[in-house]
């Protein structure tokens, strides 16, 4: 993987990173609390996780990587769930 350099410190990419996920986080949750009032708390668990699932596929397809293999940790993932 080409190391592409940055001119961002470490600590600066790191808040940053944090702050992205902090919103996320706190949209889902908003958009969770409206949505059972239109579903089921259940169904709208799972369209959250279909949706990311789709996600997750659609950016290692664009990217070109390969997903997770057998034998790299998806098999204990799978078994926690």
């Known amino acids: 993987?080409?190391?592409?350099p940055t001119t961002?410190?470490?600590?600066s990419r790191a808040l940053?990173?944090?702050g992205i996920v902090s919103v996320l986080w706190g949209t889902?949750?908003?958009?969770?609390?409206?949505?059972v009032f239109f579903m089921p708390p259940?169904?709208?668990?799972?369209?959250?996780?279909l949706l990311a699932g789709?996600?997750?596929v659609i950016y290692f397809t664009y990217k070109k990587r390969?997903?997770?293999?057998?034998?790299n940790g998806i098999s204990?993932?799978?078994?926690?769930?």
Do not use: D, E, H, N
């Open 16 to 18: 940053i990173c944090l």
């Open 54 to 56: 789709a996600i997750y």
């Open 76 to 81: 204990s993932v799978c078994c926690v769930c």
């Open 8 to 11: 961002i410190s470490f600590p």
């Open 28 to 35: 889902t949750w908003i958009a969770s609390r409206q949505g």
């Open 66 to 71: 390969p997903g997770p293999r057998a034998g």
């Open 42 to 49: 259940l169904q709208l668990a799972g369209i959250r996780q």
């Open 1 to 4: 993987m080409p190391v592409i």
